[in-house]
């Protein structure tokens, strides 16, 4: 019995790619061409891509081309078979699935990828919805989290009904340099309700980084979340600061919600550093 193939991320178009995304480095024809990593399906030269790894989830079996953060990532799994073997006992572990929801370019991917891959990805490439999932414990017990992300949403393609099949608990992430990110989480509040009830959720302001550059107040923030009595999390998913309390956070408001215990009032968000 093998573990069923899962598809591989869509790779970047060649002609969006001007640079190499591992030394940014221009393409050219002759002296830096380009070549796709098999497992992120992003844009390298081959000086960047030339490591070999085979990656049995996406079918290849033989050794494929990939960039040295994946090729990292993928090292630090066990081989072929002992996968396999990870794969079945995953099926007995209690499992909670979580949607990653906002608009496009808020680092929904980045947060997820810093989480589950421990990278980060240095160009914007749109998601096409992709599952990532990760073993964690949780007050003494293993979980598997499946985690979907999402194609970036906007005012045409707020919500799609699929999203809630199966959700435990939303993710829903704005950019503290964008106003409009933050409107949009809002109406994605309001389309969430028309499919689910008794909502678990946390709030998220992604790209603490940019301070410099903020639109979204801590307390316009703090204070949405009061009303919606969630969890709010400011991070950065470029310097991977509290990237693990968010995924954390959320397992424990799903938990907390199976356990039938009430909303208590919210906790000042968590500042970077604490």
């Not at 599952?131 to 919500?159: C, H, N, P, W, Y």
């Not at 309001?190 to 909502?199: G, T």
């Not at 956070?249 to 906790?267: F, N, R, S, V, Y």
Request: aromatic content about 10%; overall charge positive.
């Amino acid at each position: 019995m093998t573990s069923a193939v899962q598809q591989a991320p869509p790779w970047k178009p060649d002609s969006s790619a001007k640079v190499c995304e591992g030394c940014e480095q221009p393409f050219s024809f002759f002296a830096r061409r380009r070549h796709h990593c098999r497992h992120c399906g992003g844009v390298f030269c081959d000086p960047c891509s030339s490591a070999r790894c085979a990656i049995p989830k996406y079918g290849y079996e033989d050794e494929a081309r990939v960039c040295q953060p994946c090729w990292l990532y993928l090292k630090k799994e066990d081989d072929h078979l002992r996968g396999i073997e990870r794969a079945r006992a995953d099926s007995f572990l209690r499992q909670r699935k979580v949607c990653i929801l906002g608009q496009g370019a808020v680092g929904k991917s980045c947060l997820t990828q810093q989480f589950v891959e421990d990278r980060f990805q240095q160009t914007y490439n749109p998601t096409i919805n992709h599952t990532f999932s990760k073993k964690i414990k949780v007050r003494g017990e293993e979980f598997l989290m499946t985690i979907l992300d999402t194609a970036g949403q906007d005012e045409t393609s707020i919500f799609q009904p699929q999203y809630s099949i199966g959700t435990h608990g939303y993710v829903l992430v704005y950019s503290i340099t964008d106003a409009s990110s933050f409107e949009i989480v809002k109406i994605i509040y309001e389309k969430i309700h028309s499919y689910a009830v008794d909502l678990v959720l946390v709030l998220v302001g992604n790209k603490t980084d940019l301070d410099h550059q903020r639109q979204v107040s801590r307390e316009e923030a703090l204070k949405l979340a009061q009303e919606w009595r969630c969890p709010l999390i400011e991070c950065s998913a470029k310097k991977k600061e509290n990237i693990s309390k968010v995924f954390y956070t959320i397992m424990e408001e799903i938990l907390t919600q199976e356990d039938g215990a009430p909303k208590q009032p919210i906790k000042p968000f968590w500042r970077i550093g604490q």
